[in-house]
């Protein structure tokens, strides 16, 4: 197996174990703050009683060439494929369907990978109301300012 399958399938399974907190910050994100980008870095994992946690930001669309542009111009930072990618990445978040797709942006060490997931096996609203269902019991890798920020929806009240 090669080390780009590795890599692969680490990035693959990454995402299907914390789908639920990855989604519930893109439904979030969306609220609040429209289209844009879920950014999520395992270089700073932290663990308590729950787990392994790591950062999660939504970087919104107007924000977002600053962002990249920043980001990716540190010399330690990659992405995979690096030509035309931020023009890429523009057009995704310009066209995506936030209730049922999300764009991620995965950063592990020195590089970043871009993924437009689509065809979900739960949508980001879906993600998002089943943890604020469970927030007591779940508490995803949010900090207590995010939460304060978001918007509050009675999910009594959603069609």
């Not at 703050?33 to 729950?50: A, H, L, Y």
């Not at 943890?131 to 019991?137: A, F, G, M, Q, R």
């Not at 949010?142 to 009675?154: F, G, H, N, T, Y």
């Amino acid at each position: 197996m090669s080390e780009a399958t590795d890599r692969s399938n680490w990035h693959q399974d990454f995402i299907a174990s914390n789908l639920l907190v990855i989604g519930y910050n893109a439904w979030a994100g969306h609220l609040s703050q429209k289209r844009g980008v879920i950014v999520c870095s395992t270089n700073s994992p932290t663990v308590g009683i729950g787990g392994e946690s790591f950062k999660t930001h939504f970087v919104r669309r107007s924000r977002l060439v600053p962002f990249l542009n920043a980001w990716l111009a540190n010399p330690d930072t990659g992405i995979l494929p690096h030509h035309f990618m931020v023009a890429h990445i523009l057009e995704v978040v310009d066209n995506y369907y936030p209730a049922t797709e999300v764009v991620l942006l995965l950063e592990s060490f020195d590089q970043v990978t871009f993924f437009y997931l689509k065809n979900l096996p739960i949508t980001p609203r879906q993600c998002y109301e089943q943890v604020c269902k469970t927030w007591d019991e779940f508490q995803p890798g949010v900090s207590a300012w995010q939460d304060e920020q978001l918007p509050r929806v009675d999910l009594n009240h959603i069609n």
